[in-house]
């Protein structure tokens, strides 16, 4: 069992920075990819951004390339995202989700455990 647990959102005005955090516990972290989705209102939930276990590899959806950033601190258990240069369409609930295989999709379903979400508001 793993359980994940957001941090970091809140409120900005376009162009500012966030950095949210998700702190897992449970299974062995390091080995297995973490990533990042994000759902607007009325909107399908997204991929942002993946991590994998091992070399740490990193993957962008091509709306957040340049501006947002995925690290992890295996020490720590945290996978963090920064986000730089922020839009308003940015705005939505960030989940992280984990992945129990070493492949990294960015399809919604493969991921096993789910974080509750933290909310993004990004003013224009």
């Known amino acids: 069992q793993v359980q994940l647990v957001e941090s970091g959102g809140g409120l900005v005005q376009a162009g500012g920075s966030l950095r949210l955090s998700c702190a897992a516990s449970?299974?062995?972290?390091?080995?297995?990819?973490i990533a990042w989705f994000r759902q607007a209102p009325g909107k399908e939930r997204e991929f942002v951004a993946a991590i994998s276990g091992g070399s740490g590899s990193t993957y962008y959806a091509d709306s957040v390339k340049g501006r947002f950033s995925i690290a992890r601190d295996n020490a720590k258990n945290t996978v963090f995202l920064q986000m730089n240069t922020l839009k308003p369409e940015d705005t939505a609930v960030y989940y992280c989700?984990?992945?129990?295989?070493?492949?990294?999709?960015?399809?919604?379903?493969?991921?096993?455990?789910w974080g509750q979400g933290t909310q993004v508001t990004v003013s224009s």
């Open positions: 449970g299974r062995t972290f390091s080995r297995y990819p």
């Open positions: 989700a984990a992945r129990m295989k070493l492949e990294v999709p960015t399809l919604p379903l493969l991921y096993d455990y």
